[in-house]
């Protein structure tokens, strides 16, 4: 069983910055992916941004340039430094780990970007 704990969401201002943080434990495999999604109320899960073992990211087209994700593999953790934020932003944000065949998600933490 894999676990997946995220921390570091929070209140910010517009233009502020925010960096969260997921640490995995549990069974991983060498090769896996680690990514953020997001859920605002009324809308689909999204993914933000992922990263695989090997280095290599993919972003969403709403947050380059503003976001970069990040990891330590001996650690099993992915962090997500937030900059620029905007209202549309605000969010709950979820860790997500593909490892195998399997998929897990973080519980989730919320963001809020006030205007």
């Known amino acids: 069983q894999v676990q997946l704990v995220e921390s570091g969401g929070g209140l910010v201002q517009t233009g502020g910055s925010l960096r969260l943080s997921c640490a995995a434990s549990?069974?991983?495999?060498?090769?896996?992916?680690m990514g953020w999604y997001r859920q605002a109320p009324g809308k689909q899960r999204e993914l933000v941004a992922k990263i695989t073992s090997g280095g290599s990211t993919n972003y969403a087209d709403s947050v380059k340039g503003r976001f970069t994700i990040s990891r330590n593999n001996p650690k099993n953790t992915v962090y997500l430094q937030m900059s620029s934020l905007k209202p549309e932003d605000t969010a709950v944000y979820y860790c997500?780990?593909?490892?195998?065949?399997?998929?897990?998600w973080g519980q989730g933490t919320q963001v809020t970007v006030s205007s």
């Open positions: 997500n780990l593909i490892t195998g065949p399997f998929e897990y």
């Open positions: 549990g069974r991983i495999f060498s090769f896996n992916v």
